[in-house]
Structure formats: structure tokens, C-alpha cells
């Protein structure tokens, strides 16, 4: 459709199956493209889950330490 292949291996595909191998191809390379898709998500929320950690975990401190106010600075 777009001519930009994912796997250009998959683009000489229709020279060996035929007219059979369009769609055979255009699904192939839908698969390897969803693959590195959600491969490139998966390493994003892997990044970002030990910050959103932390931060949980200092709005629980926060709300402990200082919910009751016995813990002033007089």
C-alpha cells in the first residue's frame, strides 16, 4: 500500500507465491510491525514504572508522616 515494508525480505515474497503472496506478505509484515510496536511500549512502561514507583511510594511516606501532626517541627 505504502510501499514501505518492515521486512523487505517480505517484499520479494510475491515472486515466489504469486498473486497469493500479497496478502501472505501484507500479513507477515502487519505481525512484524505490531511485534516492534509493542516490543517499543513494553520498554517505555518498563522505563517509566520504577519513577512511578518511587513516586507512590513518597505520597504514601508524605501521608503517613505527617497525617496525624504529632510530627511538628516546634
Known amino acids: 500500500m505504502t510501499g514501505f515494508w518492515t521486512l523487505p525480505a517480505l517484499n ?7 498473486t497469493t503472496g500479497i496478502p501472505v506478505a501484507w500479513t ?11 516490543t517499543a ?3 517505555l512502561k ?4 520504577p ?7 513518597k505520597e504514601d511516606f508524605m501521608a503517613s508522616a505527617f497525617a ?5 517541627t516546634d
Do not use: F, N, Q, V
Not at 12 to 18: E, N
Not at 46 to 49: I, K, Q, V
Not at 68 to 72: K, L, M, R, V
Open 12 to 18: 520479494g515474497l510475491t515472486d515466489r507465491l504469486g
Open 46 to 49: 518498563a522505563a517509566g514504572l
Open 28 to 38: 507477515l509484515d502487519a505481525l512484524a510491525t505490531a511485534t516492534l510496536i509493542y
Open 51 to 57: 519513577a512511578m514507583k518511587a513516586h507512590m511510594m
Open 68 to 72: 496525624d501532626g504529632s510530627a511538628t
Open 41 to 43: 511500549i513494553i520498554t
